[in-house]
């Protein structure tokens, strides 16, 4: 089945400094991928919609600047926090579609990348 | 943005019992998922039903759909400790049917707790 694999699964970080995560689609071409944030206890936001090749789609109230998406590949997205703050400590995932996945057979979600900024 | 609600927010059932979580949505559809989420990890597809289908069936799983009450259920039967998690309906919008590219959007879920 399809994987998609997130690293990293956790990392602490000094406020002030940036983040990067990745997301891999590891036996298939993700032309889309989508991350999500989660905050304890509470649903999955979707914050943007990562495009291979073009500029990703941020939802409404998600800073562009802070939360710089790259989709250069068909098998590679990565999310970096720019210039991290306490507040932005929350559980980011991704999931990958496109490709032959179709929607309606459901999505592929990462492990998740717990970030905590102190 | 959020498609809808759950209901239950939390519910606590001994192993054996059936749990029924409980969604409802806003928008129209083209399908509804269900994904389980066990505590800090990734999510896990369970099982996506259709707008036009009503119930469907998926091992102890079993999901119904009334479009015309933007709303669906997930049942578990014969629950067991290892079905402890959270629940979350899902639900796609966009208007790109060739494929996984439209936007999923989630419920408020139902963290679902199975004493042993």
């Known amino acids: 089945g399809a994987v998609v694999s997130q690293h990293p699964s956790w990392v602490i970080c000094k406020s002030g400094t940036s983040v990067k995560i990745e997301c891999r689609s590891l036996d298939f071409q993700a032309t889309t991928m989508f991350w999500y944030r989660q905050f304890p206890k509470q649903s999955l936001m979707l914050m943007a919609t990562s495009n291979e090749g073009s500029k990703a789609t941020y939802e409404q109230g998600v800073e562009k600047d802070k939360f710089l998406i790259n989709h250069a590949s068909l098998t590679l997205s990565t999310l970096t926090v720019t210039s991290a703050h306490p507040e932005d400590s929350s559980f980011y995932i991704c999931?990958?579609?496109?490709?032959?996945?179709?929607?309606?057979?459901?999505?592929?979600f990462g492990s998740g990348t717990r970030l905590t900024v102190v | 943005s959020q498609q809808g609600e759950e209901d239950p927010q939390a519910l606590s059932i001994q192993e054996g019992e059936n749990a029924t979580m409980n969604c409802s949505y806003k928008?129209?559809?083209?399908?509804l998922q269900w994904y389980r989420q066990n505590s800090g990890r990734g999510l896990v597809h369970l099982i996506l039903i259709r707008s036009n289908e009503r119930e469907k069936h998926s091992g102890r799983l079993r999901v119904t759909l009334d479009t015309s009450k933007k709303s669906s259920s997930l049942l578990i039967t014969a629950s067991r400790a290892a079905d402890t998690a959270s629940y979350f309906c899902?639900?796609?919008?966009?208007?790109?049917?060739?494929?996984?590219?439209?936007?999923?959007?989630f419920g408020t879920g139902t963290l679902l707790a199975v004493q042993p």
């Open positions: 899902a639900t796609v919008e966009g208007l790109n049917y060739g494929g996984a590219t439209n936007k999923l959007i």
């Open positions: 928008t129209s559809i083209n399908n």
């Open positions: 999931s990958a579609g496109g490709g032959f996945l179709r929607f309606d057979y459901g999505y592929t």
